[in-house]
């Protein structure tokens, strides 16, 4: 069933103009919300923008990628800094031992730009895609955007910066599906062999 709905996902960069209704991005919402993520701690805060301004204003963030006006809303994928006192920079350093004194060597400014718990983003970012589908709703992941920039324009507090935008909205014209790397491309058992 869910790969079914896989099958038919693919970027859409060309939205109509029709409204998605506000239950079902409460539901896209939710599937997020019920991510998992590292000591439950859920890093993260989604902004959803539904104002055609901003969403113009933010397309320019994302190096004048004009398509992004056609969107309907955008959810902005906020990941937060680990606190010090949950294990911030202990996780890097076990995660990394070989860069331990690297990292604590790093100035705090840089640190803390790289200390996002970033990547976990993108699990309540994938739920959101899927079930956004689920309701025949198409997105786009972006991450080709200035940070610094849409961190400011959104007024997020000093301890989040948003690392993916997603791009949601009925599609117009056809669906182009991207073919995907067969698993036995992708896939190991026990330890890798060339
Ligand atoms: C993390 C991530 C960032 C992406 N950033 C952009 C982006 O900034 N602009 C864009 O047009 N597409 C972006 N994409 C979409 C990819 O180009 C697209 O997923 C890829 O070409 C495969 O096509 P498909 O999604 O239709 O399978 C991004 C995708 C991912 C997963």
Redesign the pocket.
């Known amino acids: 069933m869910i790969n079914e709905l896989l099958k038919k996902?693919?970027?859409v960069?060309n939205f109509s103009t029709e409204k998605v209704p506000s239950e079902t991005i409460d539901y896209i919402l939710e599937a997020g919300r019920l991510s998992p993520s590292g000591g439950n701690e859920q890093p993260w805060k989604f902004g959803v923008i539904k104002d055609k301004s901003l969403i113009k204003t933010i397309s320019k963030i994302?190096y004048n990628?004009k398509?992004i006006e056609s969107a309907d809303f955008l959810v902005v994928l906020c990941a937060t800094i680990v606190d010090e006192e949950k294990g911030g920079m202990f996780i890097q350093h076990s995660r990394c031992p070989e860069l331990k004194e690297t990292i604590s060597k790093l100035p705090k400014e840089l640190y803390s730009k790289i200390n996002l718990e970033e990547h976990q983003t993108?699990i309540p970012g994938s739920h959101m895609v899927l079930a956004a589908l689920e309701k025949g709703v198409y997105s786009?992941?972006?991450?080709?955007?200035n940070v610094e920039e849409l961190k400011t324009l959104l007024n997020l507090p000093d301890n989040f910066y948003p690392s993916?935008i997603l791009a949601f909205g009925y599609p117009q014209g056809t669906l182009?599906?991207?073919s995907?790397k067969p698993l036995d491309e992708i896939v190991f058992y026990d330890s890798y062999s060339l």
């Open positions: 996902r693919c970027s960069r994302c990628q398509w993108k786009t992941w972006i991450s080709y955007f993916e182009k599906t991207t995907k």
